[in-house]
C-alpha cells in the first residue's frame, strides 16, 4: 500500500523554516538522501502529484547534508511528515559534526528518538512529528547539524516537508 493523498501542506512563514525537503520551501543543499553505508531502498516518487521521498526494504537511512551543514541554533523544532503501511516504532536520529565539521573528529553530538504506535506514530495516515529540539537532550550542539537518520521496524516509509523551524 501506499499514500493516496500527498502529506499536508505546511503553513509555517517561509522565514521562520530551515527546510530540507518540501514543496512549501527553497530546500537547503543535500548530499544523499541514501548514503553508501545505510541499508534502505530509496526513490523520489510523486504523490497525488506532490514530490515525496519512498523507501523501502527499511532498516535505516543515512540523509546527509555535509557539504553544507545546518546550523539550526535559532530553531526550536524539528519537523518530518512519515506515511507507512505497517509497524510500531520509527525512529528519528539527528547527527552534529561539531565545529570541525567532520565525522567523528571528537566533537560529534547526536541523539536517537524513538515514535511507538499508538501514541507517537501512526500507519496507514501520513503522521506529523513535530519534535522540540530539547527533546535531542544528547544533542550537544546544533550548529553543525550534517546527518538526519531514519530507521524503525515500518518496512517502508514516505517522508515529507523535512525542516527545521523555530
Do not use: C, M
Amino acid at each position: 500500500p501506499a499514500p493516496l493523498t500527498a502529506a499536508p501542506t505546511p503553513s509555517l512563514a517561509a522565514g521562520n523554516v530551515i527546510s530540507l525537503f518540501s514543496n512549501a520551501y527553497t530546500n537547503r543543499t543535500v548530499d544523499t538522501w541514501s548514503a553508501s553505508w545505510d541499508v534502505a531502498d530509496f526513490a523520489d516518487v510523486q504523490i497525488a502529484g506532490n514530490a515525496t521521498k519512498k523507501y523501502t526494504n527499511l532498516v535505516y537511512a543515512g540523509i546527509e547534508f555535509t557539504s553544507s551543514t545546518i546550523d539550526a541554533t535559532a530553531e526550536t523544532a524539528f519537523h518530518l511528515d512519515v506515511w507507512s503501511p505497517r509497524g510500531t516504532t520509527f525512529k528519528v536520529k539527528l547527527v552534529d559534526f561539531g565545529p570541525d565539521g567532520a565525522f567523528s573528529g571528537g566533537d560529534d553530538s547526536e541523539q536517537e528518538l524513538t515514535f511507538s504506535t499508538p501514541t507517537t506514530f501512526t500507519t496507514g495516515s501520513w503522521k506529523g512529528l513535530e519534535i522540540p529540539l530539547s527533546d535531542f537532550t544528547g544533542l550537544t550542539s546544533r550548529a553543525h547539524l550534517a546527518q538526519l537518520i531514519i530507521s524503525g521496524d515500518v518496512g517502508t516509509a514516505y517522508i515529507d516537508n523535512v525542516y527545521f523551524h523555530h
